[in-house]
């Protein structure tokens, strides 16, 4: 009799699981494939001459409870305004004041999406790529929204992610997946496919255009400030790429950033030399041995269907390179995950997250990166 009770209990705990668990993975459709060597960034993560590895130290929390996952941050230096994107479907204008507390958050107007990119427009109007209602919005100094563009090619936006504004006017943007909306977007990682494009949009002409296509969730994306290229970060494959929109290598592309420590979001340009990249986690070692075996993310999949997300993102935060994309700042710290902007304004450093109700600000001047031996 002793016997049977440990014999029961571990078929109960053990076989019916497995057996459980093997039928859910031949039942389940979802079929995730090898991501291409080529593609992949295979080196050694990409070394910062400055970090700051606490970054959390010194920070200060904006719009606490207002502002709700904001996930980009766009500035109007005219204005002084961060205009940003919350998960209720609200962008809201953040005035910028010398002292956080006096940093007023105003509802500014309801898409009611999900806005994520954000750039402000020629005329003061703010250019949104909201992601669940597929569309990229002109939202005008006045709050009223109009619908410029919807698709390209006969192929609906899924996941409208970034968005910038060249100087003569065109609109860049990206559509991470036109497979996967936004809160599953998990999935389009874990399946390996890239549904990713890249687009402009002429306000004149009022075409759409699909600049590169099969990509892998194209992310973040900025307008060079000599106006020759386009930066567009590819999350999964931790790189940035250069399209050039100018002169003799126009249509062409080019790594810009590859290697990097941590999985990129949205890029922007400070004005003063560097590029700020935001990034949900570092790599880890548990996605580096998923994106080599398809199994892995099968069996990820099923879990996240099923199971739920699990958290396994780290030292998130922002980095900074220079306009040949050399390595220059690393903030970052154990305990941020899921940072989607980072921006410099001032002294500050702003930082946008799909995950807190408020808005980070860091003084660099006063807590700093710093060399690192
Ligand atoms: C910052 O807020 C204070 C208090 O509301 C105000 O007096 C000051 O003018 C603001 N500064 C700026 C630059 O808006
Ligand atoms: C957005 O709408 C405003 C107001 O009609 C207009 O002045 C502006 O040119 C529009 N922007 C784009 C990019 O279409």
């Excluded at 209990?9 to 497995?18: A, C, E, N, Q, W």
């Excluded at 990409?46 to 010194?58: E, I, T």
Aim: charged share 20%.
């Amino acid at each position: 009799m002793p016997n049977s009770i440990p014999l029961s209990s571990l078929f109960i705990s053990v076989l019916i699981p497995v057996i459980l668990a093997t039928l859910l993975y031949q039942l389940d459709s979802f079929d995730p494939v090898t991501y291409p060597t080529h593609v992949l960034s295979t080196e050694p993560p990409m070394v910062f001459p400055k970090r700051n590895s606490h970054m959390l130290h010194g920070s200060e929390k904006i719009g606490v409870d207002r502002l709700l996952s904001p996930e980009d941050v766009a500035y109007d230096p005219n204005l002084g305004v961060i205009y940003t994107g919350c998960v209720d479907g609200w962008l809201r204008k953040v005035k910028v004041n010398e002292s956080a507390a006096d940093m007023t958050v105003e509802d500014w107007v309801f898409t009611g999406g999900r806005p994520l990119g954000l750039a402000v427009g020629r005329h003061g109007e703010v250019i949104v790529a909201d992601a669940n209602k597929g569309l990229l919005l002109n939202v005008t100094s006045e709050g009223e929204i109009k619908v410029l563009t919807e698709e390209a090619e006969g192929l609906k936006f899924k996941l409208a992610d970034a968005v910038d504004v060249a100087e003569d006017g065109i609109i860049y943007f990206s559509d991470a997946s036109y497979k996967y909306k936004f809160d599953e977007f998990m999935f389009d990682f874990l399946e390996g496919r890239p549904y990713g494009r890249l687009f402009s949009y002429d306000p004149s002409s009022k075409q759409t255009k699909t600049l590169l296509s099969d990509l892998y969730f194209a992310n973040g994306v900025v307008v060079s400030p000599d106006q020759n290229s386009v930066i567009f970060c590819e999350t999964p494959l931790r790189k940035c790429k250069t399209y050039y929109i100018r002169g003799e290598r126009k249509g062409s592309v080019d790594i810009f950033v590859e290697n990097l420590p941590g999985f990129p979001d949205n890029i922007r340009y400070d004005g003063e030399g560097h590029y700020w990249i935001a990034f949900a986690s570092e790599k880890t070692y548990a996605w580096d041995l998923a994106q080599r075996y398809p199994i892995i993310r099968k069996i990820m999949g099923i879990i996240v269907k099923y199971v739920g997300t699990p958290h396994v993102e780290k030292n998130g935060g922002v980095l900074s390179v220079d306009l040949q994309g050399n390595p220059v700042e690393h903030y970052y710290d154990g305990d941020l995950t899921m940072v989607s902007s980072g921006m410099k304004i001032g002294d500050h450093l702003y930082c946008g997250s799909v995950k807190t109700p408020y808005m980070l600000r860091l003084n660099l001047k006063q807590y700093p990166a710093v060399q690192s031996s």
